[in-house]
């Protein structure tokens, strides 16, 4: 496939810019605008989608030995054109393998051959040597651990006391002789491995490189090992007596056949690792298939090797001594390195799945006597599923309806058991699986055959070469498919998609006709898309959303719930080739052998009519949102049968992944048809949200909860076995799980039914206060976590677990890593085994956690109260009750009379290890916190098991003490200082009171006295004032630290520490800014410079108004004014109510004025443009950020964390406050969902964040991930700009940045207030699409239309790349931490700034600490500790770091605290601004900008940090005498035309000096010396410090 050039994707969206700027005004050119832009954007999408198969397609073709699978039997050469590099490598591996396995000889196997060898003897070593022995099963005692869980009845058998116990409650000693359990093996020569899955079909459709496999994810080769059953012609009635075959009989029932095909697979994996083999064979793993622990599989890695031959060992010692020569000689052996260097790289892996092969020789009695009579039927049936039927199991035992694990219940196996509460289809399934792994490849091979030409023709030098052709549009498709849903941790693993799954969804499409044979890939895959987003696969779209199944229903009966379910319920049959879907479903042979089934036993109209509604009904129940329908089954699942309707492809997505699925799906539509969330942004927007975003487990969700797996209670399935229900009454045990989850153990299994079990529980208690919720799983996990390290490092891989960067984990079958991961032999002594393991699984005493996360509806989410059903509803109020508990399910009357029972959560635990902070409900989601920790503790949690685990704490969600750098701790007793939003209320209810004030005494009145009826006011103003706008981010929640009330401004004494006779001097922050603008008035002067002295007049009045009326008495609230008024040109600073306010003007008739001058000056230009940003872009920018942080809870909270990420890295006044809260209100309003998050059906998908840390990484991606060189950052909460000004935005922005993408601002951010006429606009409107005309015309003149205003100058280039690296690093950090558990404060290195980062920079300055209040911010040793209150007694409440540093600012510096006492007063001015060290480096920035970058952090500025500008020192310059400052010459010597370059020495000193009452030491790290500018790098390595001498010396 061709590669795509740039240049067209370029021109194709250049041209869908000028198509809709040259638009007229009539409809029809409207509509023609609209249709070429989605031409464009549809011819966009493929080109890039070209790009990507183009690099992502991988064709490693099976041996063509292998003719029964489906593949090609063409030679390897004729296949040579498309395959990899490497791959005959893959089939030289894979004869190695074969031979290996074949070497195996007979045995009998039993439960020994899985037992973990003892560490603390050699026993083990022993044991593993024998292979081709009788394996003693006397060595199965209760004390042995297992690879593999062993749960057969069989095996229960043989290790209980009387034979037949429950598998848990027998005496520990040696198993009976007369009911040891062990079966024949035939050998290696009866095993067949054929490749299956992508690896065997046509093309190697759905096979990816590592590019499009997920991150550093290796492709997986699968091979399936057949076991041959050697059945000779007898048929099923003749498996009794079929005693030398390796499954027959009734081992389809309780787990026999799983364990014995799970023995065998240790069986093989324990050959196969043997140290003779180890250089031909490499690393074996225990892997589980489908994330199914149930289903064991081995994972090989192959050893790195240069060639096919080093296995040998002659060969390898002949390589070794060509090595040897050619290092003799020395300098000629570099090819040989790159060849090396190329060739010892790991490229893939092979898979062994286990199964039985089908014998095609004879049909069973049933299966003949169904299809006798239908000649179409028994001799036309698709030849690709003609084997299942010569199965070993019984066809009616494949029925959905069957119980084949019968957990504790007696019955005849063969008896038709129709009950569908004891249906166990999904193990059934399981089953099904096995006997389909050859057939469903064919399934699909011969679908692709159907599409184009397989094969073409080419002409070689003695005959014709047949070439298989790879690039069919379903390959396509596929690929498109998996890169998407790998993207976003839906494939691979457990409870996820797999490739397979993929291409028979696709399959049935194309069979269906729904996509046809010449559509292009991006048309099939927006069907795809379609069918899986609008089908109803739960039967929950009824009631008005995927949320609830029981929405807009009164009903709490569970049966009723769950037959609607059903009838609603979508199930698909994948047609037979040749027919259409009902064809294939009328002449199904299975569907005729379940109509005979239920002939004569008719139970009332109950039982399903058809095979497809028995499907139905099976994989359907009463799972809702609804906490009031009872349900302790959670086995729903989508139905996609075979042909033969014997096998569900989808049995194993659970309903929350169907859920989010769909929801994905939907938005996948909405960005293919250009519907993107916040409006038409770049025309590659598609494209990257569809492939190239990634938005996986760990930061897809709002907030994270860890369920400890060793406390949950024991329900026990197997065969034989019963349910063990411990506990504490009323719940934490098996009496309340009986009632909410564990009645589908025996079908799910224990470990998947405690993981649906919590998902679907958790679902049913928090309601519509989550959008989604769903547990990691294999395949789900964070696509950076690698441990590439390992797979080159040899031998360390054999013996460690696989963690590939997807979380996908694989036990190693030799290493004592495997005993830690072992498993108990009985039952009772096992714990849930997630599909995950342990990040640190060489530890054996890490606990196994099961991760769930939430996405949490901010509107609902709040809600204090759970309302039960009515007292008349029996069933309702039961189910209600066994949810909640009978302590917190109590009975309360409400305001409508009603009496009910309902749940209230106003009451937060307080505890040591559960600490809340003040904000959680509103920013944190602290009630679904409380609710999820109810829920876990009286369901999920055995008493006894917690008693004996002293380490165990209660669930949490993760990170969540971030927010004790912006929230204060919470407790009955809590500080004034604690709470931020009371905080920040307290300093708005203060403007308002300030505003009324001046509204209320500036409004003229007619004064005679005064003569000639002058007007005049309160406090002597000429004008009233209209209106007061607040500006300072205090007043729109966004301030880090809200002030607080000062005594000596006005404020009460309430807030002093112990020391009370003691406050501080001066206002720590900077004043609270407000503008007022007066009444229009014709009186205003008409030249600049009178208009300046007329503004500052109007503050000097102001400030004596104030004052007179003090001293007058003439209102009651003046005692407030306390403090100084000081007024300076430009404002007034004055004290009010506690708090610092600096007031100015907004003179619109100055604008006018400026905005008049038909030529204006350089100085009127710059005076009216800082007019505009002060005065009108100020207001704009309050309003926009008021309206988000009103809207959005924690996006306020967000900012302020933000704000202290950012000084935390010393990147204080670099990165502007304000652009800080442009890029969290494109966070929160960006995806243009937040409004109809309630009507939208896929709204879960495009919803803000919920949470305080979610809001935060999203913050940290946006700023690390956003390309700021080629895309502008459009922030528009309110949706004012237009689509046709986005186009105009986009094209100034590339007009700036210039071919070389080199100009402009480094930081492109767009608001609503950055137009240039917003001078002339009411409020924030800006211009639509009436003015279109009008504003291309000023587009196309040189002035400019949309500039960003308030990055315009910070950050720089330096800065801006430096601060993406830090959010990248922080950002991975706190994913790490999640994902290892929040155990301890590590996310706090995130705040940080490591010692060896210090001396990156050039040169430090270290600030006398004396002009350092507050210690706890520092950047090197931030304080996030929760303890006593500074200075106070022990008892009292826990204070966090927000708390201590906000008493830290109250009190001020100690030099500069004043003496206070009650009815006394001796010092009364006080500083209403004091930040010396800002001061300072603003000054240092403004004189030595051209020489150093400074940095330094605003809250703890005990360091100024600076970095050499390269520019100022790489280039010598002639000597001038006008810019011979901080020169010198580059000699030694000086000579009449010497070059000089800048002296560090005399910049340093001059420095130095200028920073000397603030700075007390100065380290250099890096001295540019003369000698250095003819170098390219100026810097030294290794870097050290030169001097630390203070600045006196």
């Not at 240049?7 to 009539?26: C, R």
């Not at 992502?56 to 489906?70: C, E, K, Q, R, W």
Request: hydrophobic content about 35%.
């Amino acid at each position: 496939m061709p590669a795509v050039p740039q240049e067209d994707a370029a021109l194709m969206l250049a041209a869908s810019k000028n198509a809709s700027s040259t638009s007229s005004t009539s409809s029809s050119a409207n509509h023609n605008s609209a249709n070429t832009d989605a031409l464009a954007r549809s011819n966009l999408l493929r080109l890039e989608t070209s790009e990507l198969l183009r690099e992502s397609f991988l064709h490693v073709h099976p041996p063509a030995a292998t003719g029964d699978n489906g593949s090609s039997n063409n030679n390897n050469n004729d296949v040579a054109h498309h395959e990899a590099r490497w791959a005959p490598h893959v089939r030289n591996y894979l004869g190695r393998v074969r031979e290996v396995v074949e070497a195996l000889g007979n045995a009998t196997l039993g439960p020994g051959v899985a037992v973990l060898p003892n560490n603390n003897n050699n026993s083990g070593s022993a044991k593993e040597r024998g292979m081709d022995r009788v394996l003693d099963n006397n060595n199965n005692n209760g004390d042995a651990m297992y690879r593999i869980p062993l749960l057969s009845d069989k095996y229960i058998k043989s290790i209980s006391h009387d034979g037949g116990g429950g598998g848990g409650g027998g005496t520990k000693h040696p198993a009976n002789p007369l009911t040891s359990w062990s079966f024949p093996f035939r050998g290696g020569r009866s095993l067949h491995l054929v490749p299956v899955g992508s690896f065997a079909r046509v093309g190697n459709a759905g096979l990816a490189n590592k590019h499009a496999n997920g991150g550093d994810v290796l492709p997986v080769l699968d091979v399936a090992v057949l076991v041959d059953n050697n059945r000779g012609g007898r048929t099923e009635d003749e498996e009794d007596d079929d005693d030398m075959a390796f499954v027959g009989g009734k081992d389809y029932l309780n787990h026999r056949y799983t364990d014995k095909r799970n023995i065998l697979a240790v069986h093989v994996a324990k050959q196969l690792s043997q140290k003779k083999h180890r250089a031909k064979i490499g690393a074996v793993h225990l892997t589980n298939v489908f994330g199914d622990s149930r289903k064991v599989g081995l994972m090989l890695t192959p050893p790195v090797a240069t060639s096919d031959d080093d296995a040998d060992n002659d060969n390898a010692k002949s390589a070794k001594k060509k090595k040897k020569t050619k290092r003799k000689r020395g300098g000629d052996n570099e090819e040989d390195k790159s060849k090396k260097g190329r060739n010892n790289k790991l490229r893939f892996r092979i898979r062994l799945i286990f199964g039985v092969k089908q014998d095609q020789l004879a049909l069973s009695k049933s299966s003949r006597r169904h299809n006798r009579d239908d000649d179409e039927c028994s001799s036309d049936e698709d030849t690709e599923h003609a084997a299942e039927w010569s199965s070993w199991i019984p066809r009616s035992r494949l029925l959905p309806n069957r119980g084949n694990n019968r957990s504790g219940r007696q019955g005849d196996a063969d008896s038709s058991n129709s009950h569908h509460d004891n249906a166990t289809p999904h193990y059934t399934n399981s089953l099904a699986e096995d006997l389909h792994l050859l057939s469903t490849t064919r399934l699909i091979d011969s679908t692709i055959s159907t599409l184009a030409p397989t094969t073409t023709t080419s002409s070689g030098s003695n005959n014709d070469i047949t070439i298989i052709t790879p690039t069919t549009p379903f390959h396509e498709t596929l690929l498109l498919l998996k890169v998407w849903a790998l993207q976003r941790g839906f494939l691979r693993g457990h409870d996820a998609f797999t490739t397979t799954a993929l291409a028979v969804i696709l399959t049935y499409l194309y069979r269906t006709k729904a996509i046809g044979k010449r559509t292009g890939c991006v048309q099939a895959f927006t069907t795809f898309m379609k069918f899986w987003s609008e089908s109803d696969w739960l039967g929950e779209d009824g009631g008005g959303g995927v949320a609830s199944a029981s929405a807009g229903t009164t009903t709490s009966d569970a049966s009723v719930v769950r037959a609607r379910k059903a009838r609603r319920k979508a199930a698909y049959v994948v047609p037979a080739a040749g027919r259409n879907e009902s064809q294939t479903i009328a002449r199904c042979s299975q569907a005729k052998l379940y109509l005979d089934d239920i002939r004569g036993n008719s139970d009332g109209g109950t039982t399903p009519g058809t095979l497809l509604e028995c499907y139905k009904v099976c994989y359907a129940s009463a799972s809702s949102s609804s906490s009031s329908i009872a349900n302790d089954s959670h086995h729903d699942g989508p139905v996609l049968l075979d042909p033969t309707m014997t096998m569900n492809y989808l049995a194993r997505l659970s309903p929350s992944f169907v859920r989010e699925s769909r929801a994905e799906a939907g938005a996948a539509l909405r960005y293919i048809h250009g519907q993107e969330a916040g409006g038409n942004e770049a025309g590659g927007a598609a494209f990257r949200r569809l492939f190239l975003e990634t938005n996986r487990f760990w930061t897809r969700y709002d907030a994270y909860v860890r369920v400890p797996m060793s406390v949950v209670p024991k329900i026990i399935a197997g065969g034989g076995g019963g349910r063990k229900k411990s506990g504490r009454k009323g719940g934490g045990g098996g009496g309340a799980a009986s009632k909410v989850w564990g009645r589908d153990v025996d079908d799910l299994g224990y470990d998947e039914s405690v993981r649906r079990g919590v998902v679907e529980v958790l679902h049913r208690a928090l309601g519509d206060r989550v959008l989604a919720i769903r547990a990691f799983t294999g395949g789900n996990g964070d696509i950076r976590v690698s441990s590439g390290s390992k797979e080159n490092a040899g031998e360390d891989v054999a013996t460690n677990v696989i963690s590939d960067s997807d979380q996908c984990h694989a036990v190693p079958i030799r290493g004592s890593v495997s005993h830690a991961l072992g498993y108990a032999a009985r039952c009772a002594d096992r714990h849930p085994s997630m599909s995950v393991l342990p990040l640190n699984a060489n530890s054996a005493k890490e606990d196994n956690y099961l991760v769930v996360g939430l996405r949490i509806d901010p509107d609902t989410s709040r809600r204090i109260v759970d309302r039960g059903p009515p007292a008349e509803d029996v069933q309702g109020s039961n189910a209600f009750l066994a949810l909640w508990g009978d302590q917190h399910a109590q009975l309360r009357r409400f305001q409508d009379g009603a009496i009910v029972r309902a749940v209230v959560w106003n009451n937060p635990v307080h505890s040591n290890e559960n600490v809340q902070f003040m904000g959680m409900d509103r920013s944190m989601g602290g009630i679904l916190e409380r609710i999820v920790q109810h829920i876990v503790r009286l369901h999920f949690t055995d008493a006894k098991a917690v008693k004996k685990r002293k380490d165990h704490k209660m669930v949490s969600f993760e990170l969540k003490s971030m927010i004790s750098f912006i929230e204060g701790v919470s407790s009955p007793q809590a500080s004034p200082f604690s709470d931020s939003l009371a905080l920040h209320k307290n300093v708005m209810t203060a403007f308002e009171s300030l505003a009324d004030f001046l509204r209320q005494n500036t409004k003229t009145n007619i004064n005679n006295s005064l003569g000639k009826a002058k007007h005049v006011s309160k406090l002597g103003l000429p004008l009233s004032i209209d209106e007061v706008e607040p500006l300072s981010p205090c007043l729109r929640y966004s301030s880090l630290f809200p002030p607080v009330p000062h005594p000596l401004l006005g404020g009460s004494g309430d807030l002093l520490g112990s020391d009370r006779r003691k406050v501080s001097g001066v206002n720590m922050g900077s004043p609270i800014l407000i503008q007022i603008r007066f009444e229009g008035s014709s009186k205003w002067p008409t030249s600049l410079n009178a208009m300046g002295a007329a503004k500052c007049a109007m503050l000097v009045q102001l400030a004596q108004g104030i004052e007179k009326m003090k001293e007058e008495r003439a209102g009651d609230d003046l005692d407030v004014f306390d403090g100084p008024m000081d007024v300076k040109p430009n404002y007034l600073d004055l004290g009010y109510r506690g708090y610092s306010w600096r007031i100015i003007v907004r003179a619109d008739q100055e604008l006018r004025m400026l905005k008049r001058l038909k030529n204006p000056t350089v100085e009127a230009t710059a005076l009216q443009l800082g007019l505009i940003d002060r005065h009108i872009r100020c207001a704009m920018h309050h309003s926009l950020i008021h309206a988000v942080h009103t809207r959005q809870p924690s996006a306020s909270s967000v900012v302020r964390l933000a704000h202290r990420w950012v000084a935390s890295h010393m990147l204080s006044d670099m990165i502007p406050q304000k652009a800080i809260e442009l890029m969290v209100a494109k966070i929160y309003t960006g995806t243009g969902m937040d409004d109809k998050r309630s009507s939208s059906k896929n709204s879960v998908v495009d919803t803000p964040p919920s949470t305080v840390v979610a809001g935060f990484l999203m913050f940290l991606q946006l700023l690390s991930k956003h390309d700021w060189v080629r895309e502008p950052l459009i922030v528009d909460p309110q949706n004012h700009i237009t689509t046709h000004d986005r186009g105009l935005i986009h094209t100034q922005f590339h007009t700036v940045r210039g071919p070389d993408l080199r100009n402009g601002p480094a930081m492109y951010i767009i608001s609503p207030a950055d137009y240039d006429g917003v001078e002339e606009m009411a409020g924030s409107k800006v211009v639509g699409e009436d003015a279109a005309s009008q504003t291309i015309t000023a587009a196309n003149s040189p002035g400019k239309i949309w500039t960003p205003s308030i990055t315009s100058k910070f950050p720089e280039k330096v800065v801006l790349s430096r601060a993406a690296a830090l959010a990248k690093c922080s950002h991975d950090h706190l994913v790490a931490c999640t994902m290892r558990g929040s155990v301890d404060n590590g996310w706090v290195s995130s705040f940080q700034e490591s010692s060896a980062s210090l001396t990156s920079y050039s040169a430090l300055l270290r600030v006398d600490p004396s002009y350092v209040t507050d210690s706890g911010c520092s950047s090197t040793n931030a304080d996030c500790t929760v303890g006593a209150k500074p200075n106070t007694e022990s008892n009292e409440h826990p204070c966090g770091p927000f708390e201590k540093s906000l008493q830290k600012r109250y009190a001020g510096p100690k030099e500069l605290r004043k003496k206070h006492y009650k009815n006394l007063m001796l010092e009364k001015d006080t500083l209403h601004e004091w930040q010396p060290v800002k001061s300072l480096v603003s000054a240092l920035r403004s004189k030595y900008n051209e020489y150093a970058v400074f940095f330094y952090n605003e809250l703890a500025p005990d360091v100024i940090a600076l970095i050499w500008r390269p520019d100022a020192f790489s280039k010598p310059q002639p000597f001038s005498a006008i810019v011979s400052e901080f020169r010198r010459p580059m000699a030694d010597s000086w000579k009449d035309d010497s070059l000089v370059i800048t002296n560090t020495d005399d910049l340093l000193a001059e420095i130095g000096y200028f920073s000397r009452n603030i700075v007390s030491t100065f380290k250099v790290f890096d001295s540019i010396k003369p000698n250095d500018a003819l170098v390219d790098n100026p810097r030294k390595k290794p870097r050290q410090a030169e001097s630390s001498d203070s600045i006196e010396e």
